[in-house]
T-cell receptor, first 111, second 113 residues
Framework: QQQVKQSPQSLIVQKGGISIINCAYE??????FPWYQQFPGKGPALLIA?????SEKKEGRFTISFNKSAKQFSLHIMDSQPGDSATYFC??????????FGGGTRLMVKP | KAGVTQTPRYLIKTRGQQVTLSCSPI?????VSWYQQTPGQGLQFLFE???????NKGNFPGRFSGRQFSNSRSEMNVSTLELGDSALYLC????????????FGEGSRLTVL
């Protein structure tokens, strides 16, 4: 019940395209859903996050869509750039700062 | 503001040894969490400390332990190392517990031979 399932595992997108990564969860006690971006050799960096009382949040080219009834949320990267090539993790939090992470999506944006 | 600092960045140990990893959180952050990252298991929560008290603990054996000092700096210790403990150990800090908003360091990469 603590799992967060993320798909796809890898994604190739052309420059200027839209990258979409999906996550699903089971535990309805989760109350905070962040996305992290990780470059090789670096720690994950908080990208954008949403709480379940909001259905969408946009920050620049990054948008989170949240469907509480379906227990799903997704990250959309508009106008994807080669510099966005990284591994993306969705996560969910329900107690303290104990994040449950998805398995990660390796994004490659081709020039 | 300086970010989360972890030391050492890389280390190599042999089976049966123990290791201590250190983490200095962002100034003013009182919550420190530790995560293990491996290719097979991904990112897994180890434990969280807030105001020197362990708030949560993940599903890891008792060989994994930690502590937090009054200045919010934290250490984690792994005793009797096993090959499977080879991983990137990430420390994250947060201004408060319960927010879920974590700021990660670059990690300590442990290799167990």
């Amino acid at each position: 019940q603590q799992q967060v399932k993320q798909s796809p595992q890898s994604l190739i997108v052309q420059k200027g395209g839209i990258s979409i990564i999906n996550c699903a969860y089971e535990n309805t006690a989760f109350d905070y859903f962040p996305w992290y971006q990780q470059f090789p050799g670096k720690g994950p960096a908080l990208l954008i996050a949403i709480r379940p009382d909001v259905s969408e949040k946009k920050e620049g080219r990054f948008t989170i869509s949240f469907n509480k009834s379906a227990k799903q949320f997704s990250l959309h990267i508009m106008d994807s750039q080669p510099g966005d090539s990284a591994t993306y993790f969705c996560a969910a939090n329900n107690a303290g700062n104990m994040l449950t992470f998805g398995g990660g999506t390796r994004l490659m944006v081709k020039p | 503001k300086a970010g989360v600092t972890q030391t050492p960045r890389y280390l190599i140990k042999t089976r049966g040894q123990q290791v201590t990893l250190s983490c200095s959180p962002i100034s003013g952050h009182r919550s420190v969490s530790w995560y293990q990252q491996t290719p097979g298991q991904g990112l897994q929560f180890l434990f969280e400390y807030f105001s020197e008290t362990q708030r949560n603990k993940g599903n890891f054996p008792g060989r994994f332990s930690g502590r937090q000092f009054s200045n919010s700096r934290s250490e984690m210790n792994v005793s009797t190392l096993e090959l499977g403990d080879s991983a990137l150990y990430l420390c994250a800090s947060s201004p408060k517990t319960g927010s879920g908003e974590l700021f990660f360091g670059e990690g300590s990469r442990l290799t167990v031979l």
